[in-house]
């Protein structure tokens, strides 16, 4: 069965960092595009970050150069480091497969809780 | 980074009624647009890729269409298990950007 499952996600004080975890099942995780995406409570969805098949990745701005996307092959994991967290990255997070042909699969979500 | 402006953030409708959504991209993006369905508490569930193609097992009253800049999503004859809502994305090019959502609420 095609699964993800975050885990990682917390309450942390400004200015902290938290690694984010998306444990992969019944696919490679190097075989296809990975994603993190965000959702802050009541308000819409804001892509993060992806890593490409070849290793290659991007942010958007609102996180570029605070956040770092990366995989494991050998665990089939892909992760999310959050460094100099900000109020306004309080967020439901979500690992999600794509968006080569859209996100198709999607975790459950992981909240993560900026206090200032 | 390409805008992706969605029309309209509510929408009311009944059982059974035909209902369109439509996406705006602030330029060219070929067919690369995905839509979502969102419930409460849920992750999105990808409905339509490629502007127009069928998720595996999403019911064929939902489709897609569009191309360039303009996209919509047509529910043929809602479901009470419809009311949801619903996001468009981009993937034409880094970053990834998705539209501010249309909830779809009973009339």
């Known amino acids: 069965e095609v699964q993800l499952v975050e885990s990682g996600g917390g309450l942390i004080q400004a200015g902290g960092s938290l690694r984010l975890s998306c444990a992969v099942s019944?696919?490679?995780?190097?075989?296809?595009?990975m994603s993190w995406v965000r959702q802050t409570p009541g308000k819409g969805l804001e892509w993060v970050s992806v890593i490409y098949t070849a290793g290659g990745t991007y942010y958007a701005d609102s996180v570029k150069g605070r956040f770092t996307i990366s995989r494991d092959n050998f665990k089939n994991m892909v992760y999310l480091q959050m460094n100099s967290l900000r109020a306004e990255d309080t967020a439901i997070y979500y690992c999600?497969?794509?968006?080569?042909?859209?996100?198709?699969?999607w975790g459950q979500g992981t909240t993560v809780t900026v206090s200032s | 980074d390409i805008q992706m402006t969605q029309s309209p953030s509510t929408l009311s409708a009944s059982v059974g009624d035909r209902v369109t959504v439509t996406c705006r991209a602030s330029?060219?993006?070929?067919?690369?647009v995905a839509w979502y369905q969102q419930k409460p508490g849920t992750a999105p569930k990808l409905l339509i890729y490629a502007a127009s193609s069928l998720e595996s097992g999403v019911p064929p009253r939902f489709s897609g269409g569009g191309s360039g800049t303009e996209f919509t999503l047509t529910i043929s004859s809602l479901q009470p298990d419809d009311f949801a809502t619903y996001y468009c994305?981009?993937?034409?090019?880094?970053?990834?950007?998705f539209g501010q959502g249309t909830k779809l609420e009973f009339k």
């Open positions: 999600a497969r794509g968006p080569s042909r859209g996100m198709d699969v």
């Open positions: 994305q981009q993937y034409n090019a880094y970053s990834y950007t």
């Open positions: 019944g696919f490679i995780v190097s075989s296809d595009y």
């Open positions: 330029q060219s993006i070929g067919n690369w």
